[in-house]
T-cell receptor, first 114, second 113 residues
Framework: LAKTTQPISMDSYEGQEVNITCSHN???????ITWYQQFPSQGPRFIIQ???TKVTNEVASLFIPADRKSSTLSLPRVSLSDTAVYYC???????????????FGAGTRLAVHP | DTEVTQTPKHLVMGMTNKKSLKCEQH?????MYWYKQKAKKPPELMFV???????INESVPSRFSPECPNSSLLNLHLHALQPEDSALYLC????????????FGQGTRLTVV
């Protein structure tokens, strides 16, 4: 499994764009990069997934450079409700026999202030 | 319906009690998971069921006993737990296929006294 490194915590203010970078130097050729969000006392929620270049959905963008050794989750114009823990998962979705073995790293605690 | 429903939401049990956690999904997912999460830590994988068969047991103590009675239901039977087993227990499910999105329930907050 590719080891991931994320900042332990980040602070931002409402209306700002937040970029959370994840390092994964030993990413394998067939590994995808997936981000989950978790609010206190709730289960994680899938945000976005990508393999290379840029992926965008209604809540976030994911930027992946050509060497794929890092990735950046971008949250546009954050609000107080974006305060959560964000997990970057790489090479953790080992598919075998119908399931994906998701292994979570330490994650980044994002605090959004008024 | 994209929900994974876990019951109960909260559970307090003594160290000699036997209790069960229940998880249900009606999305047709054939993979179901149990995770344990301690405060301010990431979720830790405990068990994986695929097509109602136990596929992964991450060296979990035998006082935790999973069961998958059918493709929609996953149980976790608890017996003789220790106070350090107090945690948030999360259930998840995912469709068949690589890199598919996992759907998590809200969890059961377990306190062992």
């Amino acid at each position: 499994l590719a080891k991931t490194t994320q900042p332990i915590s980040m602070d931002s203010y409402e209306g700002q764009e937040v970029n959370i970078t994840c390092s994964h130097n030993n990413i394998a050729t067939n590994d995808y990069i997936t981000w989950y969000q978790q609010f206190p006392s709730q289960g994680p929620r899938f945000i976005i997934q990508g393999y290379k270049t840029k992926v965008t959905n209604e809540v976030a963008s994911l930027f992946i450079p050509a060497d794929r050794k890092s990735s950046t989750l971008s949250l546009p114009r954050v609000s107080l409700s974006d305060t959560a823990v964000y997990y970057c998962l790489v090479g953790a979705a080992l598919f075998s026999g119908g399931y994906n073995k998701l292994i979570f790293g330490a994650g980044t605690r994002l605090a959004v202030h008024p | 319906d994209t929900e994974v429903t876990q019951t109960p939401k909260h559970l307090v049990m003594g160290m000699t009690n036997k209790k069960s956690l229940k998880c249900e999904q009606h999305m047709g997912h054939r993979a179901m998971y149990w995770y344990k999460q301690k405060a301010k830590k990431p979720p830790e994988l405990m068990f994986v069921y695929s097509y109602e068969k136990l596929s992964i047991n991450e060296s979990v103590p035998s006082r935790f006993s999973p069961e998958c009675p059918n493709s929609s239901l996953l149980n976790l039977h608890l017996h003789a737990l220790q106070p350090e087993d107090s945690a948030l227990y999360l259930c998840a499910s995912s469709p068949d296929g690589p890199n598919t999105e996992a759907f998590f329930g809200q969890g059961t907050r377990l306190t062992v006294v």
